[in-house]
């Protein structure tokens, strides 16, 4: 059974495994409503986390928050919701809510092979908000926990596994076995959303595996998309963690050259917010003279 969290809860454990999320915050109320200004929620693609006071309103609040992460809209949203006959609820109030929509991150990897080095670099990139896939034939060599930004893919075929896991990731190729390595070059080396692809190894691996690949027809273009050896030159070191050291460097230099840069408008309008507080003021309930 997944655990029940509360909304600060869940919004820790989404920026801590890079999922993407909805928080909705009840800012205004009139009238009866089911919760008061200041309630919040969590809206996942595939969870909900607290509430906001249930009934139709949720419903839609909560519709409304996953439309925004279907279309990767990260943006801010302000609604205004009246409590009436269209939400099916009788408490005739309104509520004003805002939809902080969050991108958890896009930064996704795919490590093949858990040994030393994975190891290491897991316990660095593991408290970084990227999307991690781990993937090995051998159960027995996984740490009984991991990061929760990574997914254990313990699996007999890698190969015949890896174009649909390494799908718009960065790749590093780290296992125990020279063969395997080799068989996951070939494989991703004519993928096309790869976003990088990195092997562990000397120059001396670099220079027979490029010579390999080019017997068997891949072409210049092909190969020079293989980062071999792995890693940051300017970081010394041949212990795990040092290595490690050097291969995150590099990726995170890697995603922040991918990344997109950010529009010139971000958050919400001031028009935005004129616009709500009207809205809500005309929907107000009229005080009634005798």
Same mark, same amino acid.
């Given at each position: 059974?997944?655990?029940?969290?509360?909304?600060?809860?869940?919004?820790?454990?989404?920026?801590?495994?890079?999922?993407? #999320?909805?928080?909705?915050?009840?800012?205004?109320?009139?009238?009866?409503?089911?919760?008061?200004?200041?309630?919040?929620?969590?809206?996942?693609?595939?969870?909900? #986390?607290?509430?906001?006071?249930?009934?139709?309103?949720? #419903?839609?609040?909560?519709?409304?928050?996953?439309?925004?992460?279907?279309?990767?809209? #990260?943006?801010?949203?302000?609604?205004?919701?009246?409590?009436?006959?269209?939400?099916?609820?009788?408490?005739?109030?309104?509520?004003?809510?805002?939809?902080?929509?969050?991108?958890?991150?896009?930064?996704?990897?795919?490590?093949?092979?858990?040994?030393?080095?994975?190891?290491?670099?897991?316990?660095?990139?593991?408290?970084?908000?990227?999307?991690?896939?781990?993937?090995?034939?051998?159960?027995?060599?996984?740490?009984?926990?991991?990061?929760?930004?990574?997914?254990?893919?313990?699996?007999?075929?890698?190969?015949?596994?890896?174009?649909?896991?390494?799908?718009?990731?960065?790749?590093?190729?780290?296992?125990?076995?020279?063969?395997?390595?080799?068989?996951?070059?070939?494989?991703?080396?004519?993928?096309?959303?790869?976003?990088?692809?990195?092997?562990?190894?000397?120059?001396?691996?670099?220079?027979?595996?490029?010579?390999?690949?080019?017997?068997?027809?891949?072409?210049?273009?092909?190969?020079?998309?293989?980062?071999?050896?792995?890693?940051?030159?300017?970081?010394?070191?041949?212990?795990?963690?040092?290595?490690?050291?050097?291969?995150?460097?590099?990726?995170?230099?890697?995603?922040?050259?991918?990344?997109?840069?950010?529009?010139?408008?971000?958050?919400?309008?001031?028009?935005?917010?004129?616009?709500?507080?009207?809205?809500?003021?005309?929907?107000?309930?009229?005080?009634?003279?005798?």
């Amino acid at each position: 059974m997944r655990e029940r969290l509360n909304w600060v809860e869940a919004v820790a454990d989404c920026e801590r495994s890079g999922q993407p #999320y909805v928080l909705v915050t009840v800012l205004g109320v009139t009238g009866s409503v089911p919760r008061e200004p200041a309630s919040k929620m969590v809206v996942t693609r595939e969870h909900t #986390y607290d509430t906001i006071g249930g009934g139709h309103l949720e #419903y839609r609040v909560i519709a409304r928050a996953r439309e925004r992460l279907a279309e990767q809209d #990260y943006t801010y949203e302000l609604a205004h919701f009246p409590l009436g006959a269209s939400l099916g609820q009788c408490c005739g109030g309104s509520v004003a809510v805002l939809l902080e929509a969050q991108p958890g991150s896009d930064a996704r990897l795919v490590v093949f092979g858990a040994g030393h080095v994975s190891k290491a670099l897991l316990t660095i990139m593991g408290e970084l908000p990227w999307q991690i896939i781990w993937v090995d034939s051998r159960p027995e060599c996984f740490p009984a926990q991991v990061p929760a930004n990574t997914t254990v893919h313990c699996t007999d075929d890698p190969v015949g596994d890896a174009p649909a896991l390494c799908r718009n990731a960065h790749v590093l190729i780290l296992t125990h076995n020279h063969a395997l390595d080799f068989e996951l070059c070939q494989a991703l080396l004519k993928q096309q959303d790869i976003l990088s692809l990195g092997l562990i190894g000397s120059q001396t691996k670099a220079d027979r595996f490029r010579q390999r690949l080019e017997h068997r027809g891949y072409t210049d273009t092909d190969i020079a998309q293989l980062r071999c050896p792995v890693g940051r030159l300017d970081v010394p070191g041949k212990r795990p963690m040092e290595v490690a050291v050097s291969m995150s460097a590099e990726l995170l230099a890697l995603a922040a050259n991918s990344a997109s840069s950010k529009p010139l408008r971000r958050g919400l309008s001031w028009s935005a917010l004129k616009d709500l507080t009207r809205e809500t003021v005309e929907a107000s309930p009229k005080p009634v003279h005798k």
